[in-house]
């Protein structure tokens, strides 16, 4: 719409463009960092237009990629610098391949180069599994460049960016563009608050899907850019459980990809996010209890068999994430009247009780005590699993006990 109005008055187009401009130095004067993306990516798109200049636009990224090699500034700030260039190119990365290819190359060696000089001394500490295998747990920065270059390498076509101005570039092309004035970063201030780095995770490949729509590769683009919107769905409608579950289920392009499989490891990535979720557990919990209730004739097995997936990987699980885990499942089945193939989960009966697995039933089984009663549990477990049942919760009244005087 932008574009066709500026095809049509070219002053409106540059009192717009002004406007933005001056939406996304506010957003980062005020730290909204998501806010500031987004503006950055809405410039962006512009390009495809024909309402930016191309010269412009790479101005304004390679100014980004010189704050994030500032000196004597926090590494958090320069890493959101970089992620917002980078997290900017699906959108525009085509359009500048074709007209300003060399400009852009040299954009793309400045941001290896400082990839390759930056620590990354947190990575251990956020991750959810001890061991990579089998899928590795990568940085979110070093995910996403691997995706930026596997774009690259495909001439920067992706097939999940919806681009309606595609049907009037007839119109588009002949409209005069408007350059984005130098913008500056704002210096870094010690009250400062950016993005912490966060580890990618990964639950599901292909081989985990049944026939049908396959899931894009852990280095595709479009993974990022199908995970990005999930998790902005979430952020949108976690106070409203049921549009929440409707909204992620209509997600776009849903019919080329197994949704259920990326809702399911993006809601599962929130909830062992480290070192905190974003939200409170529970949100995550009552969320997939409404998917279920919304898809019941996929949802429910997909949760299934990644709930195995879990529990076979417990053993290099986060102490914190097996907490979480534990919460959750024993919330999950008590609005399922406690049902689960348990002799699935025989061979853990084998191991000592304070084995990761026997011990996270142990466990569940101890928190699902608060939403039933005791019996209930006698009668609903197999035999084998007498041993992991919590006592019975007896009242102790001393004055009836032995010594009471």
Sequence with gaps: MVGLMNAKNYN?????????????????????????????????????????????????????????????????????????????????????????????????????????????????????????????????????????????????????????????????????????????PPPHQDSFEYPMPWVVYRMFDYTDCPPGPILPGAHSIERFLIEEHLHSIIEMHRWERKECAIHLLMLPYKDKIPLEYCIVEVIFAELFHMPTPRYLEICYGSILIELCKQQPSKMPQVLAQATEILFMRIDSMNTSCFDRFVNWFSYHLSNFQFRWSWDDWDSCLLLENEHPRPKFIQEVLLKCLRFSYHDRFKEMMPEGYAKLIPKPPMPHYKYSMEGAG
């Design 12 to 184: 409106f187009g540059g009192e717009f463009v002004e406007y933005m401009v001056k939406t996304f130095k506010d957003s980062l004067k005020q730290c909204q960092w998501d806010a500031a993306r987004y503006a950055l990516r809405f410039l962006a798109d512009l390009v495809n237009c024909h309402v930016i200049s191309t010269n412009s636009l790479l101005q304004l990224l390679d100014s980004m990629v010189d704050a994030a090699n500032e000196d004597n500034v926090p590494q958090v700030r320069r890493d959101w610098y970089v992620f917002a260039v980078l997290s900017t190119l699906p959108w525009v990365g085509r359009e500048l391949y074709e007209k300003k290819e060399s400009a852009l190359e040299n954009l793309l060696v400045r941001i290896e180069v400082f990839l390759n000089k930056r620590t990354k001394k947190h990575h251990n500490a956020l991750r959810v599994w001890s061991v990579d295998a089998p899928h590795p747990q990568e940085e979110y920065l070093d995910c996403l460049w691997a995706q930026i270059r596997k774009l690259r390498q495909d001439n920067w076509t992706e097939k999940h960016i919806p681009r309606p101005y595609l049907a009037f570039d007839s119109v588009l092309c002949e409209a005069l563009q408007h350059n984005i004035p130098v913008i500056h």
